[in-house]
């Protein structure tokens, strides 16, 4: 199965915002909205930040939203902050319920 | 408070199984989905595949061959074996649970590196 693919890496500025894209086959994002984004610190695990393409979890700030449109989903960071900085994952099921997880984005505050 | 803990071996040899064990607290395995995922040095996240507590598994299909996950209830623990290992399996080994199908990893553990050198 076929990796979602995401930039390798994108940049701003504090107080700015910023998108990160994710695109991937049908068989992935197709009519599903079981799409999720993941923040990853350096030697650190993964913490969830977005799940079912623009929900988020009680203790993840507001600054973080998330949409999709067809066979691309996105993650925004608005008011960009240096604790923001870190490798950002998007991740979706497939329709075989198998999980497909993006190269990754690294997220540099100018 | 849910936390899961990896542990087992950080140094196997090549053509071996390497296994390894989450432990689950604060919480009960029953009902939901456990997850393995691993990340190579330097690399992205992979997903290894996931058990539902009755035993059901799904696996990636490009690990399929190699791995298999178990899980112990009484233990409220559950495992992972990937056979036949090679140098591209050295990684972080991550455990993680899934409520329901579809729904996201929403509580990881902090991983677990395994080398394969001889």
């Known amino acids: 199965q076929s990796a979602l693919t995401q930039p390798a890496s994108v940049s701003g500025s504090p107080g700015q915002s910023i998108t990160i894209s994710c695109t991937g086959p049908?068989?992935?994002?197709?009519?599903?909205?079981?799409v999720s984004w993941y923040q990853q610190h350096p030697f650190k695990a993964p913490k969830l930040m977005i799940y079912?393409?623009?929900n988020r979890p009680s203790d993840v700030s507001d600054r973080f939203s998330g949409s999709k449109s067809g066979n691309t989903a996105s993650l925004t960071i608005s008011g960009l902050r240096a604790e923001d900085e870190a490798h950002y994952y998007c991740?979706?099921?497939?329709?075989?319920?198998?999980?497909?997880f993006g190269g990754g984005t690294k997220v540099t505050v100018l | 408070q849910v936390q899961l803990q990896e542990s087992g071996p950080g140094l196997v040899k090549p053509s071996e199984t390497l296994s390894l064990t989450c432990t689950v607290s604060?919480?009960?395995?029953?009902?939901?989905?456990w997850s393995w995922v691993r990340q190579s040095p330097g690399k992205g996240l992979e997903w290894i595949g996931y058990?539902?507590?009755?035993?059901?598994?799904n696996y990636n299909p490009s690990l399929k061959s190699r791995v298999s996950i178990s899980i112990a209830m009484s233990k409220t623990q559950f495992s992972l074996k990937v056979n036949s290992v090679t140098t591209a399996d050295t990684a972080v080994y991550y455990c993680?649970?899934?409520?329901?199908?579809?729904?996201?990893?929403?509580?990881w553990g902090q991983g677990t590196v395994v080398t394969v050198s001889s």
């Open positions: 993680a649970r899934i409520l329901r199908l579809g729904d996201p990893l929403d509580i």
């Open positions: 604060g919480g009960s395995i029953n009902s939901y989905y």
């Open positions: 049908s068989s992935a994002f197709g009519d599903y909205n079981y």
């Open positions: 991740s979706s099921y497939t329709n075989t319920n198998t999980i497909l």
């Open positions: 058990i539902y507590y009755s035993g059901r598994t």
């Open positions: 079912d393409v623009n």
